[in-house]
Structure formats: C-alpha cells, structure tokens
C-alpha cells in the first residue's frame, strides 16, 4: 500500500482529499500545513509520496518544501488553484511528478496519482542502471592502457552525458598534498575536449607562473560535493581563486565540486563548469557521491604498464601552443550541428539510446524530430531490428486504428483480409509517432494502453498480443495547452513524458547555419552535378540575419534552389522570404512610453549584445554596467532575460 502526506493549509480540502484517498487504497500518513510540520512528519513515516499545495502557512511554501523533497529523491505532485506564468516556471525547475489544479476532478486526481509513482519507480530504475553502467565504464577506463591524459579524456566523455560540462577540471595533490597540479578539458564539441595543463592555462589566461603557484597553494580543500548556482557560483568565485579564474576567462554561471578520496591516487577532486546557470542540483551530486570511490580511482593503474615507446602520441605538445582536440566523433544519422543547444541534443540522444524507456522529442516544425528518432534507434539495441516511422496527422481518422493495431479479416466493409499493424510490424524494434498531438482522445486511450501492457488487439480480434515496442514520439504542438484544453490525456503525457528533448529552432542555433549550409551545399551539389563551392560573404549575412521560421527545412529548400539558380561556383545572390512585421507591436510601442521595466530590459539586452553574453570577468556585461555579476543575475532573473 502506498503511503502518502497531504501538505494543504485549506483543512476542508485537506479532508476531501484524504477521503477520495482511502477509498482508492492509499494510506494517509497525515495531513500538514506549514513546510516544518511536514518535514517532521516525513522523518517519522517515510511516506512514498507528497500532495502538495504552494501556498502553506509559515514563511516558507510549497516550492521550498519541494527543493527539499529534490534533494531527498522524494515523488511530490503540486496541488494549487493558480498555475501561471512565473510561479508555473519555478515550480517545474523543482521537477515535480505532476499538477493538479483546484477544482479538481476525483478521476484526474487518482490517473495523476497512478502516474507519479509509475514516473518515480521509472526514474529510480533509470538512476540504479546509470549508476550501474557509468560505474562499468568508469572501471574499463581504469583498466585502459593509455597515459593519464587519454584516461582522463575518456572519463570526461563518459560523465558528460550524466553530468553535463562545458570545462571539467581534475585537481591533484602530489608530494603530501603540499603542492597541486590541474588538468582541464574544455568542450569544443561533441566528443571533442581541449586540453589544459599548467602552461596552457598559462598562455590562454594571460598570468604569470608565479600568480598560478599562489592561486593553487591558497585553493579551499573541498570536504564535500556541492553545487554553486546563482550567488552561490559567485561565492565559490569570491572564496576560490581558481574557480574566479577559471569562471572570468570561460563565462561560466554554475558548478559542481565533487571531492573523491581515492586509495593510492593523487586524483582528489573533480570540477564541472557549464555557462548555463542552475544546471547543478542534488541529482548530480546524488550520482557522484554514487560513484566517488570508482571516480577517485580511475588513474590508478590495475594492469601492467605497457612500455613507453608503444604508447600512443602525447595529446598536446608543450610549446604553449593551443592543444590539439581529443576526438571520438559518433555518427548521428545526418543530424549537424556544434552548437551548446545541440550539443545538449546530441548529449540526451547518447545517453537515452541505450535504454528502452520511452522517449518524447519536443521542436517546432522543420527542426529534425525524425532525425533524432532515427538516431536513438540507431544507437540502440534495437538498431538492426524494425524501426517504423507513423506520421498522426497524415492517416485518415476512419483508418489510424487499423493502421496501428492491424484488423482480421471480415472486421468491417473492406477488410478482405488480414493486415498487420504498424506495432506488430516495430516487434523488437522502435515505432516512431510523429505529430502524436494530431491523435484523438479515443486513440489516445488505446495508446496508454499499449505503453502500460505491451499489447495491441487487432480490430475484430479474439484477444491481445504481446509486442516488444520501444515508443518514440513527437510534436510541435504544446501538449500542455493541449492538456488544459482536453485534447491531450494527461497520463498518457506523463507516460510519454519520461524523457523528453527538445530540439532548439534554428533561430537559436545560428552558429550551425554555416556547417548546415556547407552540408546541404555538398549534397545537392552532387544531386544535381553542379560544382558549387560556398556563399559569398554577403549572401552569408543575409542568411544569418533571416529568422528561418521553418527551420532547418526550410534552409534546406533554400540551398537546393539556390544552387539550381546557380550561375558560377558560388552562390552570389539570393532571395529571402520578407519578415512579417508586427504592427500590433508597432502601435503599441509608437502609443506608449515604455516603462522604467522596458528600458532596463532593452538596456542589459543590448550590453549582453555588445560583450556577446559574456556577464562576468574582463570585459563582461557586469563589468561595462559597474555591477557585481550578482546583481546582474538578480536584475536578469526578475526581468525574465535568460
């Protein structure tokens, strides 16, 4: 039996709720009102799960409480009467099991309920066999016989998909632990790491040796690991002198610091930086601490040294020059794209295609969604198996059923004989819904079904059949909205919900246009056996100024029919689609003086702009505005610039 806490100030709907509970066959383990009632409340009965309300009594409320359960690995689903706009935005970033919104119906409260703890058990399953993988891979590394740079750069690849990094810095204490050494690999690209040693950090952070020997002998031991979003980053900055350095000359906004205590290594703490801000949470550090005792001693040689002159090449020279990338580059079925959002892609493309949850792509029209379905299947399991691509909104309704599930002979008028669905035909493969959000509710109900059984019924058939399916989904649609407005099963998004991605629009990963473009270029260069060699530098302004509201598609047909219109060997000229413009904007500008708000706004915006997002460090937003960084973020955050 299921124990759950009911955390809710309004005692009325407190005892509904517990009520509705019961008789579904839950245990109440007590109903609470303020956050500290219900933390004590959690010591003493352990419940599996907590319904909670935002607004409590006390100082703090719902969202603090839920931090908490974060942090304790603890299933919560939010209860409140007010869901919208900036309180909604916080309380996702505490990754809550689900929403229920005042006045509730008795039936979305229990489908909520089931699917909190299907979710739970899924992503403790999915933890245990991250762990479990990461760990066998960390220990393979051990038994590499490569120098300590190449361990290392492999351990670095290996953790970035689990934690993810923009600079990952390993720190050693030799000799007694009196002096320190450092080894830094920052990402360039997908599996691609520069290193840095000490000359390198040197040459790129522009001090002296002498400066670099008294940041090191004045680093903070780091007992325990932590995470640093935030102020706290700039208090790691403040109170760590590499972590300043480091953090002014790359921009970073967060971190991770995760001490490990190996037996005979000198390696004794692991770094990660990343240029977003609050990427770090208990998560992470729940995974390192897991895994302390294999990470602290990945160096440590566990099988004979191989002699000198058969290892392989030393990584980097040492003549202060640039070091040259460690690259273990991944076929990604056609998908291009460096940016930090596609690497973020290309990162939850890696680490969910082993496993066989199902998996929920997420972009507007035009980005790749096929691509990256294909993909998973690629690199998983069932890669040589069937992969069987549905698109939702192309079937007729009167046919989708059949279409899916198959029919027996005789079934209805038409069905002369027996058809195989698209499920049956994805047996120990993948089958690919795209434009899941096209679906009606009714199918809907039928495709729950297959996810929670693992089996279909043909139309006119005498019972189920097992199948063995991977479910990938997508759509541009915003289900959210879709759930508000009844057209899309709020379980049926938690169960499809498990892993989702979401691919940027191409507006938001310009700096991939020009490798887009050299693709596309290549490929219909030799489609229409046309020798076309690039753009010209205007017609590449052009195209990076141009929003591209279909995105990649759309670039895509704009290539091919530029080079059919192609006069020489290089694209001179072109025509872009006219940006609407939007009068309601206009007149609302031109009818108002902006608010103090507005300009502020547009002023950040516009320095972010000019110091190319960097915020801190020499020549940061921060320092041209003459504010601590801190305050910076305070004024981003309140304004709603990411």
């Known amino acids: 039996m299921n124990k759950i806490l009911i955390v809710e100030d309004e005692s009325l709907v407190a005892h509904h709720l517990k009520l509705i509970l019961t008789a579904a066959g839950y245990k109440i383990t007590g109903i609470c009102e303020s956050v500290d009632e219900a933390l004590a409340n959690i010591a003493e009965q352990k419940p599996d799960l907590v319904l909670l309300d935002i607004h409590l009594k006390g100082e703090l409320n719902g969202i603090d409480l839920a931090r908490k359960l974060t942090n304790m690995n603890l299933a919560f689903v939010y209860l409140t009467a007010n869901f919208q706009g900036k309180l909604l935005e916080e309380a996702k970033s505490t990754m809550p099991y689900g929403f229920i919104v005042k006045p509730f119906r008795e039936d979305d409260l229990l489908t909520t309920l089931d699917v909190a703890f299907y979710?739970?058990?899924?992503?403790?399953?999915?933890?245990?066999?991250?762990?479990?993988?990461?760990?066998?891979?960390?220990?393979?590394?051990?038994?590499?016989?490569?120098?300590?740079?190449?361990?290392?750069?492999?351990?670095?690849?290996?953790?970035?998909?689990?934690?993810?990094?923009?600079?990952?810095?390993?720190?050693?204490?030799?000799?007694?632990?009196?002096?320190?050494?450092?080894?830094?690999?920052?990402?360039?690209?997908?599996?691609?790491?520069?290193?840095?040693?000490?000359?390198?950090?040197?040459?790129?952070?522009?001090?002296?040796?002498?400066?670099?020997?008294?940041?090191?002998?004045?680093?903070?031991?780091?007992?325990?690991?932590?995470?640093?979003?935030?102020?706290?980053?700039?208090?790691?900055?403040?109170?760590?002198?590499?972590?300043?350095?480091?953090?002014?000359?790359?921009?970073?906004?967060?971190?991770?610091?995760?001490?490990?205590?190996?037996?005979?290594?000198?390696?004794?703490?692991?770094?990660?930086?990343?240029?977003?801000?609050?990427?770090?949470?208990?998560?992470?550090?729940?995974?390192?601490?897991?895994?302390?005792?294999?990470?602290?001693?990945?160096?440590?040689?566990?099988?004979?040294?191989?002699?000198?002159?058969?290892?392989?090449?030393?990584?980097?020279?040492?003549?202060?020059?640039?070091?040259?990338?460690?690259?273990?580059?991944?076929?990604?079925?056609?998908?291009?794209?460096?940016?930090?959002?596609?690497?973020?892609?290309?990162?939850?493309?890696?680490?969910?295609?082993?496993?066989?949850?199902?998996?929920?792509?997420?972009?507007?029209?035009?980005?790749?969604?096929?691509?990256?379905?294909?993909?998973?299947?690629?690199?998983?399991?069932?890669?040589?198996?069937?992969?069987?691509?549905?698109?939702?909104?192309?079937?007729?309704?009167?046919?989708?059923?059949?279409?899916?599930?198959?029919?027996?002979?005789?079934?209805?008028?038409?069905?002369?004989?027996?058809?195989?669905?698209?499920?049956?035909?994805?047996?120990?493969?993948?089958?690919?819904?795209?434009?899941?959000?096209?679906?009606?509710?009714?199918?809907?109900?039928?495709?729950?079904?297959?996810?929670?059984?693992?089996?279909?019924?043909?139309?006119?058939g005498r019972g189920p059949i097992k199948i063995d399916v991977r479910i990938i989904a997508a759509t541009n649609r915003d289900l959210e909205k879709e759930m508000e407005e009844g057209r899309f099963r709020l379980d049926l998004y938690y169960r499809l919900f498990v892993f989702p991605i979401v691919i940027p629009p191409l507006r938001e990963r310009k700096d991939d246009i020009p490798d887009l473009m050299e693709h596309f270029i290549r490929h219909y260069s030799k489609e229409y056996h046309k020798t076309i060699t690039g753009v010209s530098p205007a017609v590449l302004n052009e195209i990076l100024n141009y929003p591209w509201p279909g995105n990649v598609r759309e670039l895509e047909h704009f290539v091919e029919r530029s080079i059919l219109l192609a006069k020489g060997s290089e694209i001179t000229e072109v025509v872009l689609p006219k940006q609407p413009i939007d009068r309601n904007q206009t007149e609302t500008i031109s009818g108002r003086m902006k608010t103090i708000d507005e300009n502020e706004r547009d002023y950040i915006l516009s320095v972010l702009k000019n110091c190319n997002g960097r915020i801190r460090g020499a020549g940061g937003a921060a320092e041209v505005m003459g504010l601590p960084p801190t305050t910076l973020h305070s004024k981003m955050k309140r304004l709603g610039i990411k």
């Not at 990427?279 to 990470?295: D, F, K």
């Not at 990945?298 to 020279?317: G, H, R």
């Not at 998983?380 to 046919?399: E, I, Q």
């Open 119 to 460: 979710r739970h058990q899924n992503s403790i399953e999915y933890r245990n066999q991250q762990e479990r993988e990461l760990s066998l891979k960390l220990k393979e590394i051990r038994n590499y016989e490569g120098n300590e740079k190449e361990k290392l750069a492999k351990v670095a690849d290996v953790l970035q998909a689990h934690i993810p990094f923009d600079f990952l810095n390993f720190i050693f204490r030799i000799n007694g632990e009196k002096e320190v050494r450092t080894i830094g690999f920052l990402r360039i690209g997908f599996e691609e790491y520069q290193v840095l040693e000490e000359q390198e950090l040197l040459t790129i952070t522009g001090i002296d040796r002498k400066k670099l020997k008294t940041i090191y002998g004045s680093l903070p031991v780091v007992n325990r690991p932590n995470c640093y979003n935030d102020e706290d980053f700039d208090l790691l900055c403040h109170d760590n002198p590499l972590s300043k350095l480091i953090a002014d000359t790359y921009d970073f906004d967060s971190a991770l610091l995760v001490p490990v205590f190996p037996a005979t290594s000198e390696l004794v703490c692991y770094e990660f930086y990343n240029r977003k801000g609050n990427v770090y949470s208990q998560l992470h550090i729940n995974l390192a601490v897991s895994l302390a005792n294999v990470m602290g001693n990945v160096t440590k040689p566990s099988v004979e040294q191989i002699p000198a002159s058969s290892k392989p090449a030393p990584l980097l020279n040492r003549s202060g020059d640039p070091a040259p990338p460690i690259e273990n580059p991944r076929k990604f079925n056609g998908i291009v794209g460096q940016s930090r959002p596609m690497l973020t892609v290309l990162d939850l493309i890696t680490t969910v295609s082993p496993l066989n949850t199902s998996v929920l792509i997420l972009g507007e029209s035009g980005t790749g969604k096929e691509r990256v379905a294909k993909s998973i299947h690629a690199m998983s399991a069932r890669g040589k198996k069937p992969l069987v691509v549905v698109n939702c909104a192309s079937l007729p309704a009167n046919l989708i059923e059949s279409e899916l599930f198959g029919h027996e002979k005789g079934a209805f008028t038409g069905a002369l004989e027996k058809r195989i669905g698209k499920f049956e035909m994805a047996h120990e493969g993948t089958i690919f819904l795209d434009e899941i959000g096209e679906m009606s509710v009714d199918l809907q109900v039928k495709l729950l079904r297959v996810l929670q059984e693992q089996e279909i019924e043909r139309l006119g």
